[in-house]
């Protein structure tokens, strides 16, 4: 078995079993065999990550513990190694995220930004309880392609001081064709046009999509 | 499948009730000198409503009634209702009369069944969340969904309680209470816990630590150092009183309290409540039945089910209808327990204080007085320390409720408290989300 395959195999299990320290040591014993930290990211942590998600897709909510526990695991091998790059990773892309205006729901917003890392985009945590005023501001502060707003309630997403406002000022600034908007959280599960709705140009339904997405608005800017 | 939730008011036992430290005559009726004979307490929960009266002239309490709150079909958490609130003026007077209504329905059966007489009631006193005492009085409940209110007094008088003294049969002169919440995220009903547990009593030793966990669909805990109280509230969900479990119910006649290993793996013993056909799980029962299959490896440390266990999760008990435990009931408890968890890190944290200075652990609520305590220091439902320490109470809000009714100050009791008390925001502190995660695991609570 190629040596990369049996590391991904034997991550893959600890994963599953949420096992922190087990996953921890499959990397650890990895990189000292001489396997690339890019290749870890890259090749193991990621897909690892994605079918993971795809394993759980089925039953979201009866999963949505072990989301938490496995992207957490994710995201400390992710930090662990990219200082460890060879080479000094080329930036695919600059995002700021936060929670939208009376969201204090930040777990979702975690796992995306250990997701939106690994694939060596630059994240701004605004934090939670974000004005639409300071998504731009900010936005434009850190030469943003992309603003994330993530809004678990209902009130949160479709309000007046959300997604809809932060779209009403990129109009009036004239920034609406450089910055794009991506969306997340539970409403957007329930209705799969509510993107629309609120003027968005994208909504993500989980940390390894966004990351996808992402890009995706972020080649669109450029 | 039978809505276990759709349940009538049901009489209190003696059981139901926290011993109050006070008891006696009443110095308010005797400072009155005059006034009406009885008085009533009202616990008003997100979930349910309890109900007592008493005989203001012997400090006797006379019955005690509890039911679900009807407001629940707007949803089952607070901000649910927040929401629903805010769409309408109407919507939100429909919401209110709805608590209004129940409290007026338990008065008159309490008086239809030889209790306090509505009219005989002089004085009136309600506990309760910060949202729901503002859904009940419609004031201030848009400011809740603003989180910038949530470490804020917020006024939940109600202008004008003619309609209730109307609704409820009270005479003109009765008085009507709402006992105020500490603030947005802090209800006036962890007030009332922590004076019926006496948390803030001197205590002879040096080690003041006193711990209070109110398990509720929301949550509250308090932390007192021995000059401060530390207090925050931690969105614990509804899976603590059986609600969004597969086969959950809260606990009433029928539903399981406790589960005991059996004499083989797979069989166990049930204690259900009234001695009735089993119906389904109460808080307590499912703690029980995830510390049982934890213990047996059939429910792994990280909630995941054992190979061969499918979607449609793990039968306790099979009848006519299965008492089954699935995953997604799992998880919801999972959750729930890490937040109770975090939160009480941070609270530790915050007053510079470890575990092991906690001299007392009060818990009450949706779990009552059966909490199995070795099952849920094995989950990390409450924090691992000597059992000697740990005191379970059943509903401590209305027993603190009760003990303002029947002490002279009424409301003026609380002062000290409010001025010792320091709100704990927890929502967004990147601290509480790494404690949370942490907690997920079926384990001891980790609070290192």
Redesign the interface.
Known sequence: MDPLQSIMKAYNEALFDTDRDGALKVVHEAVAAGVTPEDIVFKVVLPAMESMIKSISEDFDANLAQHFMTAQIATEVTEEMIPKFRAVPSVAGRVVIGTAQGDMHSLGKRIVIGCLKARMIEVTDLGVNVSPERFVDEAVACNAGVIAISAMMVHTARGENGCLRVRQLLKERGLDTRIKIVVGGAPYHFAHDLYKVVQADAWAEDGVTAGRVIEDLIRRVR | MRNRYAQPWRPLSPDDYTPLIHTGPGPAYDALQRGRACGAAVDLGTSQIRISTWDRRTGERLAGICGMNPQAVFGTDI?MRL?AA?RSEERAREISRMAGNAIGDALRLLASRGSAGTGDIGQIMIVGNTAMLSLLSLKNYSLL???EYWSREIDCRPEDTRQWHTDWGLANDAAIDIIQPLGGFVGSDLLAGVLATNLTCPAGDAAEGALFIDFGSNSEIALWDGAKLWVTSAAGGPAFEGRGITCGMPAGPGAIYRITPGHSPHDFAFDVIGGEELQGLCGSGLVDGIACLLKLGIL?????FSPGIG?DGFSLFRGREDIVL???DV?SM??AK?AIGAGVFCLLENAGMRLRDLRRVCIAGAFGKHLNIANACSIGLIPDVSPAKIELYGNAALAGCELLLIAGEGAETLAPLRSSAHMINL??DSLF?DK??QN??LQPMQTA
């Open positions: 901000l929401t805010c969904l603003q989180p792994k440390k990280n909630g995941n979607k699935k995953k997604k998880d999972q959750r890490a929502s967004g989300e949370f995660i997920l695991y």
